[in-house]
């Protein structure tokens, strides 16, 4: 049987935005931007226009045309300004409510009514993703995650160093398959693996599958619903096999106060079109 065309996206964007709300006089926000920090909605915070644009406009351009939004019940600036304040003419954009902040895999169960059985993108609300790696997602078959370079994420996102030696690694087989996510990895754990180290960006190709993964898995240590734990009970349960796809390319990420000045100059004369 023909594997199906993916144009489907979900974008988490239900976050609390707790290290965005956070005060910071060093940052170099105007009254608009920080009036959005506060808020804790990232994806909104404006860069000439909200963020999330940049976001949806990417997804666009590596050929998605159906985009979730998954908000949370009183995200009502989001909601308002995709239905009333701006026309997409390039993708459609539907809305799924998470209702409690559970965790990212409960966000992504969220969405099983928009996806139903057909493969969809995942991403943040809060990072860019090079339009490479969104395109090659809608190319392979099957489930598949892209992993990013370190070392060109660190020449090239607005993110500092420090930060990106805590983000999460993609171990793989050999073969380009996707074994575990190994979270916070310590300095010997780091050490010991080969480079060039692969970070994960929560940049995933779901099946179905995925659903009940996020059904069955019980809450991590921080009590929440995480997606790198349903996707190794896909794995390790259901069967599923995770492509790798290798980015040699920067994700931008919208945290904290200090990004938004950052983010701004890496995007300044991307053109955004709905």
Not at 106 to 126: G, H, K, T, Y
Not at 204 to 230: Q, V, Y
Request: proline share 6%.
């Amino acid at each position: 049987m023909a594997q199906p065309s993916m144009d489907k996206a979900v974008i988490l964007a239900r976050g609390l935005g707790t290290r965005m709300q956070k005060s910071d006089d060093s940052a170099a926000l105007d009254a608009t931007q920080a009036a959005a920090a506060d808020t804790g909605v990232k994806a909104m915070i404006p860069i000439g226009r909200p963020f999330l644009d940049y976001v949806i406009s990417a997804l666009a351009d590596a050929g998605y045309r159906r985009v979730c939004l998954v908000v949370g019940p009183d995200h009502d600036s989001i909601r308002a300004y995709y239905r009333d304040d701006v026309k997409p003419e390039r993708v459609s954009i539907d809305f799924a409510v998470q209702g409690e902040p559970k965790g990212t895999a409960d966000a992504v169960a969220a969405a099983e009514a928009f996806a139903r059985r057909d493969p969809f993108l995942v991403i943040n609300s809060d990072d860019y993703y090079p339009v490479e790696a969104l395109r090659r997602l809608r190319e392979v078959t099957g489930s598949a995650t892209a992993l990013f370079e370190r070392e060109s994420m660190i020449a090239g996102s607005n993110i500092p160093g420090d930060r990106i030696q805590a983000f999460a690694l993609g171990l793989t087989n050999g073969e380009g398959v996707l074994r575990r996510i190994l979270e916070k990895p310590s300095r010997e754990q780091l050490a010991s693996i080969p480079r060039p180290h692969w970070l994960s960006m929560n940049c995933w190709r779901f099946m179905a599958s995925i659903f009940e993964a996020c059904r069955n898995i019980k809450p991590s240590p921080r009590g929440e619903l995480e997606l790198p734990d349903a996707v190794q009970y896909a794995m390790d349960e259901l069967g599923e096999t995770f492509r790798v796809v290798r980015v040699r390319a920067p994700v931008l990420d919208m945290t904290t106060r200090q990004d938004v000045a950052a983010v701004a100059e890496k995007l300044a004369g991307v053109e955004v079109r709905l």
